[in-house]
């Protein structure tokens, strides 16, 4: 049996389209439908029924799937990693969102990249959860930070770990509108603080206010910044109140930068995911990674 048609088959299996599955393989539809009835044809087995959108495997498809995708995914190891240079470090491609990327999974994983036999070089890349899950789907990452648990049978999620938020503002602010009056009103006295967040839709500040008040903030974005760290920056400096993941504010709180301005009983969270593309687990630089950042989550918490 040509292991090229199995390489294609268990990319369609796993992508769940021969479109996706063409786009993976760098060939053309056509190409890809051709090798599959071919495979087909060998076998004497229907091994997907196409549907509308996408195929699903038949139960003999999805065993072959099973039993050839790790002896497929052991051969790419191989190939990409060479036989002869032991000395080279393998290459790890991380992506994620900027601010939790860089303050918890990389130094999470500089620990991994000495040079040893089972270290690697790490790279990283920053992004959107839609343009993480595309870019690891695409075999661009092997590793994928998001808070959106992907869907389908291409990509593989586990839960890493929740990100507690906190409503913050300088101290300046509880003076202006003093500390009684915010207990009282509670989120109407809030509307007189101007607001600082990632983008105009106020993501963090609109999804606290649903979870905590059961309503919509009423003052607009003052302040406009594509980055939380950017965002901290500007409430330290009294520009307005943010909604922030604690473990990004827990030293400025500490330090009395900023106040906490409410503590509900139930903190709002928001849940990360670690994906990868099915089968890649099976790879020893990605399974280690992985492995040591579900560790590193733990301690988090």
């Keep these: 049996m040509d292991l090229a ?20 393989l760098g060939l053309s539809q056509p190409a890809v ?22 195929v699903t495997p038949t139960t003999i498809g999805d065993e072959l799937a099973h039993k050839a995708a790790p002896h497929l995914d052991a051969l790419v190891e191989i190939t990409e990693t060479g036989l002869d240079d032991e000395s080279s470090l393998r290459s790890l491609h991380l992506a994620g969102p900027p601010e939790f990327t860089a303050e918890r999974a990389l130094p999470a994983l500089t620990g991994l990249t000495g040079e040893d036999n089972q270290g690697f070089a790490l790279r990283a890349s920053f992004g959107t959860a839609e343009e993480t899950l595309e870019g690891l789907a695409a075999g661009h990452h ?3 930070i998001t808070t959106a648990r992907p869907r389908g049978a291409l990509l593989t999620a586990t839960a890493l770990c929740d990100e507690e938020h906190v409503l913050v503002a ?14 009282d009103k509670g989120a109407h006295a809030l509307e007189d603080i101007p607001v600082v967040e990632v983008h105009e839709s106020l993501p ?15 003052a607009p974005g003052t302040v406009i910044v594509p980055d939380l760290r950017a965002v901290l920056a500007c409430a330290v400096a009294g520009a307005g109140l943010a909604v922030l993941p604690r473990y990004l504010c827990a030293d400025a709180l500490a330090r009395g930068e900023v106040v906490s301005l409410h503590e509900p009983p139930v903190p709002p969270l928001r849940t990360y995911f670690l994906a990868v593309r099915t089968g890649t687990l099976a790879m020893p630089h990605i399974a280690r990674a992985h492995e040591w950042l579900l560790r590193a989550a733990a301690d988090w918490a």
């Design 142 to 144: 092997d590793l994928a």
């Design 170 to 183: 300088a101290p300046l602010w509880i003076e202006r509108i003093g500390a009684g009056h915010l207990l």
């Design 204 to 218: 963090f500040v609109s999804r606290y206010w649903a979870s905590v008040f059961d309503s919509r903030p009423a």
């Design 33 to 54: 439908t051709s090798q599959i009835r071919t495979l087909e044809r060998q076998l004497g087995r229907p091994l997907f029924l196409r549907q509308a959108r996408g």
């Design 5 to 24: 048609l199995l390489r294609t088959f268990v990319t369609v299996h796993r992508a769940g389209s021969f479109t996706r599955a063409a786009a993976l």
